[in-house]
Nanobody, 118 residues
Framework: QVLLVEWGGGLVQPGGSLRLTCQGP????????IGWYRQPPGKQRELVAT???????NYSESVKGRFTISRDGADNRIHLQMNSLKPEDTAVYHC????????????WGQGTQVTVSS
């Protein structure tokens, strides 16, 4: 069983930055997908950014150029650097994993709240 734990959320002013971190599984295989989704208030969960075990990265159009996903191979932590934050980035951010560690079943973290407001 893979347990995902996120941290790093908080309250930030528009234009500010935050860095989210997710502790991923102990091993990430080439075909695994790990990354971030978010759920804005009153809306459905949506893709933010994902990366694979071989480093293929996918961003949603709404965050391209502002957010950067990265993986720390030493401890399998996934980071999401969020710059130039906007009020519409306000959401609960969830870590996501689908891969060999769970028989390719989707696994979600509990989420961390990001609020962008002046």
């Amino acid at each position: 069983q893979v347990l995902l734990v996120e941290w790093g959320g908080g309250l930030v002013q528009p234009g500010g930055s935050l860095r989210l971190t997710c502790q991923g599984p102990s091993k990430i295989f080439n075909s695994d997908v790990i990354g971030w989704y978010r759920q804005p208030p009153g809306k459905q969960r949506e893709l933010v950014a994902t990366t694979t075990g071989v480093g293929k990265i996918n961003y949603s159009e709404s965050v391209k150029g502002r957010f950067t996903i990265s993986r720390d191979g030493a401890d399998n932590r996934i980071h999401l650097q969020m710059n130039s934050l906007k009020p519409e980035d306000t959401a609960v951010y969830h870590c996501y994993y689908r891969g060999a560690g769970t028989g390719f079943r989707e696994t979600w973290g509990q989420g961390t709240q990001v609020t962008v407001s002046s």
